[in-house]
């Protein structure tokens, strides 16, 4: 079956500018997180939903980061005023049982830009 | 606070040989612990979970870990290593007391060579 999915693979940006990137997860699960990656780091956690709430928002770096998932699918991270330290891959992954440790599967990324 | 630590940057092994990639850790209450490997332009992959009960688990491709909790310790292993085997490999963690933060290590490049 296909796996998770991000749109878009890369985005340019310049500075101040607002960005969407959005994440397709395995259908039926019902755990999705988010995760940034700079280079040489491990991921970074940003925010993890349960269904179509957010959970755990601990990660997100400041007020300029929200994310949503309306209707417990596909979820929506959104950057305000972007900043040239927001360059990263952002990763999206999604399990199947959120509550538990479940393995998760993760997308290939969006590579974002900020110049 | 949670954190893992991957003291290695990079390992190298020859193919057939035992590899070890390290991982330790640090959380508050009882730790899920996890592996997962990224081939070059492939997203990351699972290979194992700590969850509870016996300390050496196996995984996918051949691979263990053994938790020690003495040590707060979960090494990665495998008894003979492959070319294909080469690799960037994530230990994570995740505190049981509650909260869904999973905390990645940086990561340690295994290279084997034939």
């Known amino acids: 079956g296909a796996g998770v999915s991000q749109t878009p693979s890369n985005k340019v940006t310049e500075k101040g500018k607002y960005v969407e990137l959005r994440c397709d997860p395995i259908s039926g699960h019902t755990a999705l997180y988010w995760y940034r990656q700079s280079l040489g780091q491990g991921p970074e956690f940003l925010i993890y939903f349960q269904g179509t709430g957010a959970a755990d928002d601990s990660g997100l770096p400041n007020d300029r980061f929200f994310a949503v998932r309306p209707e417990g699918s596909v979820s929506t991270l959104k950057i305000q005023r972007t900043e040239r330290g927001d360059s990263a891959v952002y990763l999206c992954?999604?399990?199947?049982?959120?509550?538990?440790?479940?393995?998760?599967?993760f997308g290939p990324g969006t590579r974002l830009t900020v110049l | 606070a949670q954190s893992v630590a991957q003291p290695e940057d990079q390992v190298n092994v020859a193919e057939g040989n035992p590899l070890t990639v390290k991982c330790t850790y640090s959380?508050?209450?009882?730790?899920?612990l996890f592996w997962y490997v990224q081939y070059p332009n492939r997203g990351l992959q699972f290979l194992l979970k700590?969850?509870?009960?016996?300390?050496l688990v196996k995984g996918s491709y051949g691979f263990e870990a053994e938790f020690n909790k003495s040590q707060t310790s979960f090494h990665l292993k495998k008894p003979s290593a492959l070319v294909s085997d080469s690799a960037l490999y994530f230990c994570a963690v995740r505190d049981t007391t509650g909260g869904f933060k999973t905390i990645f290590g940086a990561g340690t490049r295994l290279f084997v060579k034939a």
């Open positions: 992954a999604s399990s199947s049982i959120g509550g538990s440790p479940n393995e998760q599967f």
């Open positions: 959380v508050s209450g009882n730790p899920y």
């Open positions: 700590y969850i509870t009960g016996d300390n």
